[in-house]
């Protein structure tokens, strides 16, 4: 069964632009894909831990010589990683907080970039683990960061997502902005109006 896992971590609940816009992919993913199964992961819930030395240090002792607390300390890690090796597709929805991604979203990053797990170090340097998955990456920002805009050296949410999914493995990328959400809080623009570009795209790559 092909399975979708989806990612939201917008604090905003019913408010958020991106959250419509994950429900969004996910209902045309499952049009597209009867059968297949779509797993929510709302990073805002899970009150993942802040990394620190110890679990760096666990991290890094090899799995059979690990202390039980050493093991239980990873168990988060090693459990969002089962996440991510089992599923077939990732979306994301990504608000802009100060010019780069929610905090919630980092703190998940941190647990789930593992040497050994999602990337190795060989001869020929780094190279991500998490090869043959396709991300779809859903951004909603009050400002508007498009290529050859005046603030778009200021987005550092699509190139930071990019790399650092591409060092993970995850090369096939496609990014869908919904800038200027600014707009709605203002009332230049209703919010229909606003979404319907950015939902059509959505529609049309979920259903490939
Ligand atoms: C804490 C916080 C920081 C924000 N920082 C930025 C920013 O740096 N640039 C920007 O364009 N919008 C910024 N915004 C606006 C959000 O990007 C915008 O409201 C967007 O719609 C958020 O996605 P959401 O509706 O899914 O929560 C910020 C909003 C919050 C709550």
Redesign the pocket.
Known sequence: MVTLLKFDS???GE???????TEKFAKSWLHAHPGGKVIERDLTTLNLPVVNGFWVGAAYTPEEARTPEQSATLATSDSLIADLQQADEYVF????????I?STLKLWIDQIARAGKTFSYGPDGPKGLLTGKKATLLL??????SEGTV?AS?DFVAPYLRAVFGFLGITDITIIA??G??Q??SGKVDPETFLAPSLEKIHSHASI
């Open positions: 917008s604090p905003m408010r958020s632009i991106s959250r419509k816009l929805g990504v608000p802009m907080h100060n010019f780069g929610p909603a920002s009050g400002g508007v960061y603030m200021f919904a800038g959400t600014a709605l809080m």
